[in-house]
């Protein structure tokens, strides 16, 4: 079922069992389309986008009117507000998309070669995958994009907040859709303005094949909770960083900053730092200073509080919680045997920093950690578009399963082994 029918129709029923099988059967058709077909769908999706621009903004100053009469946290506010920058990026991630190689269907060297036999792999689509979102109405058009790329069928399924925008923007893809050589029935937006709950959708497991939550941590925890499809968990914020004593105090401003600079949800923004208990209370005042000069809020441990007033004491719930925000924790340590523990009970493991000039310090702080990334003197910033990168990336992953770290288009795929005999025993 697309959406161009019923199931974009407000009052009208949706029964999951048939949208999934019909979605199945669509990407039966569409993993056999050629390469050069799915690149022109893309590029009649992304022009489409552009056409219905001021429709789609208009949508959105309905839905950010409608937001004033309920209580949403500042955090949907911020991603609900779509900017006509963020939708210029939509048009060129699937631009892009469609002048990338073609993912599936390359042939790569089999992990497990037989006897006398000629074998090798090769990436293929996942099948039916859904994304189910808070707000970010932009993430609807680049999961479509990443979905038809690797010739898997999406289902979107945004929250009631964004329903407006997410319609207008489903009417936009459905038309560059129509106006292609793919089968439309390939991208199904469920009406998130019905009553259709998120438990229904994530044990369809006859014909769906991955379930990708993406929103604040709690509900992306509710969400796997309740599948019985497999799940990849995207993972937000409440990322560390370890200020080791050798560490340069520049060095960590530009990280700390830089990580939040994906708006407007920055996936891998430092939001705690560990210091090392060795750095002088100027320098550590200097950052300080700095932070909050370029408009974020420092909080600090007890220690820190103490000898600086004017930083807010952060709660013990808090060094496990990401903020979401432009706010950082600042907390005393004595060495990086501190460090590590900590960083490992506290860190959502996903992007987490070291800032040191020890080669071997940087060498104990990589082995010593189990997170999806680890980053020695850089900025985990995240970016969706990424310059000079083969890839479109939705996410980070921070679950040990199915995939770990950036969620490319890789992550929906998965691989089949073709073996070659001659007839002989």
Partial sequence: MTVNSEATDPGHSVDLFTVLRVANEAQQRLMVTRSADRSQGLFAMAEALKQAADLILEANTL???????VDLSPVVLRWLKLTPERLDQMVEILERLGNLPDPIRQAVRSPYPMHHC???????????????YEALPELGAIMAGMGIKTGNSVVLFGCRQAQ????????????GLAASKLPEDCLVVLPSEQDIYVRDLVVQDRYLDLVIPYGRPKWV???SQRATVPVLQAALGNCYLYWASSGDVETVRWVVRDSHGNEPDAVNAVEKVLVNDRHSRPTVSMLIDSLQAE????RGDDTLCR?????????????????????????LVTGLEEALPWIRANSSNHADCI???SYQEAHEFALGLESASIH?????????????????????????????????LESLTTSKQIIQGDGVP
């Fill in 221 to 223: 925890f509710q969400v």
């Fill in 307 to 331: 000898e600086f007033p004017e930083l807010v004491l952060a709660s013990d719930g808090e060094w496990r919680s990401p903020y979401l925000s432009k706010t950082v924790a600042l907390r």
């Fill in 376 to 408: 020695i003197n850089a900025s985990p910033r995240f970016q969706r578009n990424p310059r000079g990168s083969g890839s479109i990336l939705l996410g980070m992953s921070n679950q040990k399963g199915y995939r770990r770290g950036p969620i490319g």
């Fill in 164 to 175: 407006h925008t997410n319609r207008a923007i489903a009417q936009a893809l459905s038309k």
């Fill in 63 to 69: 839905d950010l009117e409608a937001s004033r009469e």
């Fill in 295 to 298: 408009g974020f809020e420092v």
């Fill in 355 to 357: 800032v040191t000039e």
């Fill in 118 to 132: 000629q074998s090798f792999s090769q990436l293929r689509p996942l099948g039916v995958v859904a994304l189910v």
